[in-house]
T-cell receptor, first 116, second 112 residues
């Protein structure tokens, strides 16, 4: 059973550039959430996608955007990169159950983004 | 003040010790509580998942939730060097809220 996969593993970008990160959810899952984890901190919720729409969003600027495809995979896009965007970006998947979401979110290995 | 507070440690114990990890929170709407383990440069791995108050046991791990005190704990019995990792508590409300709110993590080292 394939778990959550993310690509690329590492990425180095320059301030002002744009980046796209990719995520494939765990087999059978239909909901994807993105988190940012700064060094020494817990993950911070960016947004969640379900049925190809952004369903909930955390306290992140519009420079952060995303997309979910019909096969449930997802992309995270960050525009106009800042030094402070350097972090581990985590994708988590879960399954929407009848009457509400399953709260068990399973995380991928993350993409480590360095902005210079 | 953060919604979820967690002692960052680091915490160092000898092999075989009982480890106690804790989080406090301020949002009384939190209903679902999780513990994740994160090895260095890896993604968080779900260890325990509990709903509302009470205890849940899984092997060497026991999760406790005390909603009246807004306090959750994870106990690790017979700790092993392979348990050395950062432990993150996470929680979420019921209903339409779906985002996980994490503590900052406690770094644990189990010495052989």
């Amino acid at each position: 059973d394939a778990g959550v996969t993310q690509s690329p593993t590492h990425l180095i970008k320059t301030r002002g550039q744009q980046v796209t990160l990719r995520c494939s959810p765990k087999s059978g899952h239909d909901t994807v959430s993105w988190y940012q984890q700064a060094l020494g901190q817990g993950p911070q919720f960016i947004f969640q996608y379900y049925e190809e729409e952004e369903r909930q969003r955390g306290n992140f600027p519009d420079r952060f955007s995303g997309h979910q495809f019909p096969n449930y995979s997802s992309e995270l896009n960050v525009n106009a990169l800042l030094l402070g965007d350097s972090a581990l970006y985590l994708c988590a998947s879960s399954l929407e159950l009848a009457g509400g979401i399953s709260h068990e979110q399973y995380f991928g290995p993350g993409t480590r983004l360095t902005v210079t | 003040q953060k919604e979820v507070e967690q002692d960052p440690g680091p915490l160092s114990v000898p092999e075989g010790a009982i480890v106690s990890l804790n989080c406090t929170y301020s949002n009384s709407a939190f209903q679902y509580f999780m513990w994740y383990r994160q090895y260095s440069r890896k993604g968080p791995e779900l260890l325990m998942y509990t709903y509302s108050s009470g205890n849940k046991e899984d092997g060497r791990f026991t999760a406790q939730v005390d909603k009246s005190s807004k306090y959750i704990s994870l106990f690790i019995r017979d700790s092993q060097p392979s348990d050395s990792a950062t432990y993150l508590c996470a929680m979420t409300t019921s209903g339409s809220a779906r985002q996980l709110t994490f503590g900052s993590g406690t770094q644990l080292t189990v010495l052989p």
